[in-house]
């Protein structure tokens, strides 16, 4: 009677329901069940770890359930999972970003193999060509969320990180600065020392070039 794939067991329909705090439900054909909680992840679910319904359940639409939870609970759906990958970005979009956060090559890395949907079984994963580019830490979640919304597939799996997905061969000459070796310095100083400070910069910097 019951089904599996990849070791999870498939059902065609999960949520939670407030008669039922302790667990989720769970529906196989047209028959609902509770799943034991201690057995809520584990890989294979046994039928001795399902408790038979006998009642229809309204399953509550307000609470919509998320792939990953079926996932943590050791379920998948009948019709599969729906891994959603986002679009490249442009050159002209990357070119933009190199400018806002004024990165250097050395904060632009090499295109690399990425993938996205593991967790949810191998024919579900997505292959594609990514970057990753090093922002101040503080700045990597906002950029995740914004070039997200803009439709980009996008990670953030390390602070002051962010994996772009490409498709025209990453990193080109000219997206981002050379390296100068400069950083900031926190020094306090009166207006007019800043003053002298910037033109006595400005003269050294004129000497570099």
Not at 14 to 36: A, C, L, R, W
Not at 57 to 65: V, Y
Not at 153 to 177: C, K, L, Q, S
């Amino acid at each position: 009677m019951f089904e599996y794939e990849d070791g999870l067991l498939v059902v065609d329909d999960f949520f939670y329901h407030p008669s039922y705090p302790n667990g989720m439900i769970v529906k196989i054909q047209e028959d609902y069940y509770t799943i034991n909680n201690a057995a809520m992840g584990e890989k294979p679910i046994k039928e001795s770890d399902l408790r038979h319904l006998k009642k229809k359940i309204i399953k509550n639409s307000e609470r919509e359930t998320q792939e990953y939870e079926y996932i943590m609970a050791g379920v998948i759906p009948r019709k599969g999972f729906t891994v959603e990958l986002g679009r490249p970005i442009t050159a002209k979009e990357f070119k933009d970003i190199c400018k806002k956060y004024n990165l250097t090559t050395d904060d632009i890395s090499k295109e690399f193999d990425n993938n996205k949907g593991g967790a949810c079984g191998e024919k579900y994963i997505k292959y594609f060509k990514s970057i990753q580019i090093r922002v101040p830490n503080g700045e990597a979640i906002p950029l995740e969320k914004e070039l997200r919304e803009r439709g980009i597939e996008v990670g953030n799996g390390a602070p002051g990180r962010v994996d772009i997905r490409t498709d025209w061969g990453g990193y080109r000459e000219g997206a981002g600065r050379k390296p100068t070796g400069r950083k900031i310095a926190r020094i306090y100083v009166t207006d007019e020392e800043e003053k002298k400070l910037r033109e006595y910069l400005k003269e050294i910097r004129k000497e570099e070039e």
